[in-house]
């Protein structure tokens, strides 16, 4: 009884020290676990957030496992990690994508097309440009669509989408 008074003592002070790196080991066994198809690696994830409530790459790894279920619930849940992590570091756009793709599976475009965009001109990626086009299109606003198409456009003039897309909005 004494040794595992001890150990759990130790355990409990060495936890602080120890809160990365064991939250970063849960992420390595989520991402197997997602491999593999097995829900259990959204446990890992959360898990690995409830230790270390800053780790970005558990936030972000949740919020896209939580996409890919395509369950309203999940997605929902997905949307406010997100933004809950958003609020910590609002540079992520990794996250802000991984939310966008979210709030587009929920129908809520005006939102997800502002995440878009936004991780869009961050990162100069021209897809998130594209598809925060797609999102103002859908909430016709075509002007809106139009510019945020230039801009990827601009961005990369060989990315056969936005040619296409802009072929639609200019008719």
């Known amino acids: 009884m004494r040794r595992l008074a001890l150990v759990t003592i130790a355990l409990l002070l060495a936890l602080p020290i120890l809160r990365q790196s064991i939250s970063s080991a849960l992420v390595t066994r989520g991402d197997a676990l997602l491999y593999l198809r097995d829900s259990a690696a959204k446990e890992k994830y959360r898990l690995a957030l409830t230790i270390d409530s800053a780790n970005s790459s558990a936030a972000e790894r949740l919020v896209f496992a ?84 230039l801009l990827a456009q601009r961005t990369d003039p060989a990315y056969l989408p936005v040619r296409t897309a802009l072929s639609r909005v200019q008719r």
Do not use: W
């Open 66 to 149: 939580e996409f890919l279920s395509h369950d309203a619930r999940e997605l929902e849940d997905g949307v406010r990690v997100a933004s809950f992590a958003l609020i910590a570091d609002p540079r992520d756009a990794g996250l802000r994508m991984d939310r966008a793709l979210c709030l587009q599976l929920l129908k809520r475009y005006v939102q997800a097309r502002v995440d878009f965009e936004v991780a869009g001109k961050q990162r100069g990626d021209v897809q998130a440009l594209t598809l925060a086009a797609a999102d103002a299109r859908r909430t016709h606003d075509l002007i809106g669509a139009r510019r945020l198409l």
